[in-house]
């Protein structure tokens, strides 16, 4: 089954909650959050999606106890270790968007390993959006712009954004019930269909997210346009 819409992006809110909910730790939250990202990325990829853009790490999560950053340093770690084979077996290319620098060398070294390993695919191409925010995002293009010295327009921001590679969002999904982007996107959100569910990540089921995506498809973009 395929869908028109071509790139996803998904806020993957509730992990904690979900864990307190369950007497856990946050940790134990994030690890299904985990295991909610490779059953996702799998139904994309069956379902022809070209792009799963995901919300991992914001700018903003260094705030969080260092504790839980440096937990989920470590799973992110393990995470790309783990789901390479994954990757290589349905032809998924891995990518990111975000500021890179600030991670640790062997963070860096396994998001360098797995996009190479997979660069030669052709199917969907998974994005985590690591130490990204959509302000951070617009301020590099900008300066990198003023390198170049190239007048900014709204094309050439557009072009020199992280997410340039990989076209434009049709749909925003955010779980956990807020209704906000936080900071995911501003800018390639302008057009994008929104969808916001009261369901925590890690039980953000198959069949919700099929409904999302035929509602999807019962909407009219008209881009500021009228109706046909």
């Known amino acids: 089954m395929n869908f028109s819409c071509q790139h996803i992006g998904i806020i993957m809110d509730g992990n904690g909650r979900w864990a307190e909910r369950r007497d856990k730790n946050r940790s134990f939250g ?25 919300y991992a790490f914001s700018t903003e999560n260094w705030k969080r106890p260092s504790l839980e950053v440096s937990f989920l340093m470590q799973l992110m770690t393990k995470y790309l270790k783990n789901e390479l084979p994954l990757l290589i077996e349905n032809n998924i290319r891995f990518e990111t968007i975000g500021d890179l620098n600030p991670f640790s060398s062997a963070l860096k ?26 302000h951070d995002e617009m301020i590099r293009a900008i300066n990198r712009l003023r390198e170049y010295d190239i ?18 969002i049709d749909m925003i999904i955010r779980t956990g019930g ?28 198959a069949d919700e997210f099929m409904g999302i995506l035929e509602n999807f498809e019962l909407r009219e973009r008209r881009y500021g346009g009228l109706n046909g």
């Open 30 to 54: 994030h690890e299904a959050g985990a295991q909610k990202v490779r059953e996702i990325t799998q139904l994309c990829s069956r379902f022809g999606i070209r792009y799963l853009t995901l």
């Open 109 to 134: 070294k396994q998001i360098q390993l797995t996009k190479e390993t997979t660069a030669h695919h052709t199917g969907l191409t998974q994005v985590l959006a690591l130490n990204y925010g959509a």
């Open 151 to 168: 007048t900014p327009t709204a094309e050439q921001i557009e072009n020199h954004l992280d997410t340039a590679p990989f076209g434009k």
């Open 178 to 205: 807020d209704i906000r982007l936080s900071n995911f996107l501003l800018w390639q959100a302008a057009y994008a269909e929104l969808f916001f569910t009261s369901t925590l990540w890690p039980d953000f089921s």
